[in-house]
């Protein structure tokens, strides 16, 4: 009887715990704001769930988006930055921007 008393007191608040520590962290994600294209390539831009930061997804034009063949760009803190790097580094675009 002092065993189950002990489990109830003990164990399943620690437990209780826990799974809300889990469920926060499962409950943090990226977010895919907008896709678009541009020379040979086409894009995704993400961002954290806090839009702390966006970051860019580069595919070859015929790629598929399912595809692993993409590179990752570094992260911005807007998302507009993230889309002159796009631009400017694979789109070709030629924007003042570009050159700074």
Excluded: H
Aim: hydrophobic share 35%; glycine share 4%; charged share 15%.
């Amino acid at each position: 009887m002092k065993l189950i008393q002990i489990l109830k007191v003990a164990v399943i608040p620690v437990l209780t715990v826990f799974s809300f520590v889990s469920a926060s962290n499962i409950a943090l994600a990226d977010y895919l704001n907008s896709q678009g294209s541009g020379g040979n390539y086409r894009y995704e831009l993400w961002s954290t769930d806090d839009n702390s930061y966006y970051y860019v997804k580069v595919w070859l034009y015929e790629a598929s988006p399912e595809s692993d063949q993409y590179t990752t760009s570094a992260t911005f803190p807007s998302s507009r930055e993230a889309l002159i790097y796009f631009d400017c580094n694979f789109a070709e675009k030629n924007l003042p921007e570009c050159s700074q």
